[in-house]
């Protein structure tokens, strides 16, 4: 079971652009949603992340804007760089039922052209 | 600051082989994960361990074996390797419920 989808598979901006990057899920106790960004040949890192009592959360030009009721949440990265060019995983989880455990999203990989 | 450790950085093996993988972390982390990436797919959690001593079953965990000797590490063992399966298993720490996990490098496995 998918639980967590993430849509575009791959995104293609040009530098200056803001680049969308979509994310949805299935289990309404998830109330945790971590942005992880990983470069070819490391692990993912932890870009920006949101708690289902918020609607939106940024960071830098990095935004999630999050909608509780359909579900669903997006990654904005306004004014796209060269080096913002990687895979981005969306995960989920359910903390408030001190559930541990993390599922994440196949990922969208984004290549931003100069 | 700290830091998580994976070695090797490269296992090659033969199908039928018990291969074991190593994690280590200096953050002084409570949880540690053992994750397994396929090419074109998300992270798939194999083994946790909230605590020292402590292990936890993933979603995926058929097929392999974990222990947290202390807690600093965690190693994950393939029972069994399979033959093409290539996959990067990542390991990560958080120092608790609902907080940043922090990844490791990644160990590339290839079976002949």
């Known amino acids: 079971q998918q639980q967590v989808r993430q849509s575009p598979q791959s995104l293609t901006v040009w530098e200056g652009e803001t680049a969308i990057l979509n994310c949805s899920y299935e289990?309404?106790?998830?109330?945790?949603f971590p942005w992880y960004q990983q470069f070819p040949g490391e692990g993912p890192a932890l870009l920006i992340a949101i708690r289902s009592v918020s609607d939106k959360k940024e960071d830098g030009r990095f935004t999630i804007f999050f909608n509780k009721r359909e579900k669903k949440l997006s990654l904005h990265i306004t004014d796209s760089q060269p080096g913002d060019s990687a895979t981005y995983f969306c995960a989920a989880s359910a903390v408030n039922t001190g559930n541990y455990k993390y599922v994440f999203g196949a990922g969208t990989r984004l290549k931003v052209i100069a | 600051g700290g830091i998580i450790t994976q070695t090797p950085k490269f296992l090659i093996g033969q199908e039928g082989q018990k291969l074991t993988l190593k994690c280590q972390q200096n953050f002084n982390h409570d949880t540690m994960y053992w994750y397994r990436q396929d090419s074109g797919k998300g992270l798939r959690l194999i083994y946790y361990?909230?605590?020292?001593?402590?292990?936890q079953k993933g979603d995926l965990s058929e097929g392999y074996d974990a222990s947290r000797e202390k807690k600093s590490s965690f190693s994950l063992t393939v029972t069994s390797a399979q033959k093409n399966e290539m996959a990067v298993f990542l390991c990560?720490?958080?120092?608790?419920?609902?907080?940043?996990?922090?990844f490791g490098p990644g160990t590339r496995l290839t079976v002949l």
């Open positions: 361990s909230i605590t020292e001593n402590d292990l």
């Open positions: 289990n309404s106790a998830f109330d945790y």
């Open positions: 990560a720490s958080s120092p608790g419920l609902g907080v940043e996990q922090y």
